[in-house]
């Protein structure tokens, strides 16, 4: 019996990108005609996208078997779209990618060989990131490093979700059931053998991008929350030098106070430290609130997604 391959796609709005999609990857000259070893099942999510996304999807899955659909209720957003994907992906190994052709499938067949070798998880590595400006570059680089010397695994940079992975790592990112989900960090925390390939990035065929700078921020607050404690711990360290030094300064106010006696002095000194002290307890608490919010929400233990419609059988 041949292998199977499931290729995972999360849409969402991708009307116009799905047909040169398909074409790249079942038309005539497609990766699935040419890999004929293979029997392939393309798994699209729909996350709720609010054109005829799914109309399409649905075309396409009448008129080949080989396309599978899940539709979720609402959008769920990218991370848990894919959550849905692993609990109904059925192929012997799993590839993800994006639905607007940023991720080549011409890379499928060498993903392929490397997992034909027995690597696990085959992920591919960007070059260059394409067009950015250069402060999102900035700002990117400088996450990954902070995160990479937080964190106790590597979170790689450059590294997206467009990877193949065996069916062993499959059913370990089934497990991990988070609502609050960093994928990127899970690819790197449930390990297994792994293998880079480079490639160069193309920019979106069509469409825009759905994410904006405040999704972003958010996902980079999740990476750092979800996978290192360190915040929590440079806050307790900043407190404890903090009181070091006011209990060393402590000692040298009563030391002055008894021999030389002391005239009250230095409304501003107190001012500049009331207020340091302020704003050093309210950004603690601030830490602590945001890990205290990820266990409420872990707490309540809601699905991570909800499926309105599918043609997939378990
Ligand atoms: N996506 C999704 N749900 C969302 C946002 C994006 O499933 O809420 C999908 C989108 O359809 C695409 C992939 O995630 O297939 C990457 O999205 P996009 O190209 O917008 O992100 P970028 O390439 O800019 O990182
Ligand atoms: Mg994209």
Redesign the pocket.
Known sequence: MNKKVSIL??????EEGLPLLYEALCGQSGICESLNEYEFEILL?N?GSRDRTLDVIKCYAQADARIKYVSLSR?F??EC?MLSGFDYVSGDCMIIM???L?HPPALIPEMLVYWEQGYEDVYAKRKSRGKESWLRKRFSLAYYSLLQKTSRFDILENV?DFRLLDRKCIEALRAMRESERYTKGMFAWIGFKKREILFEQGD?QTGV???RFRDLLNLGIEGITSFTTAPLRFSAIVGFVISMVAFIYMCWVIVKAVVWGDPVAGFPSLMVVILFLGGVQLLSLGILGEYLGRIFNEAKGRPVYLVSETNVEK
């Open positions: 796609i999360p849409c969402f709005n991708e999510i996350d959008n957003g990218k779209a994006d639905a607007d940023q997206g979106r991008s759905s994410w």
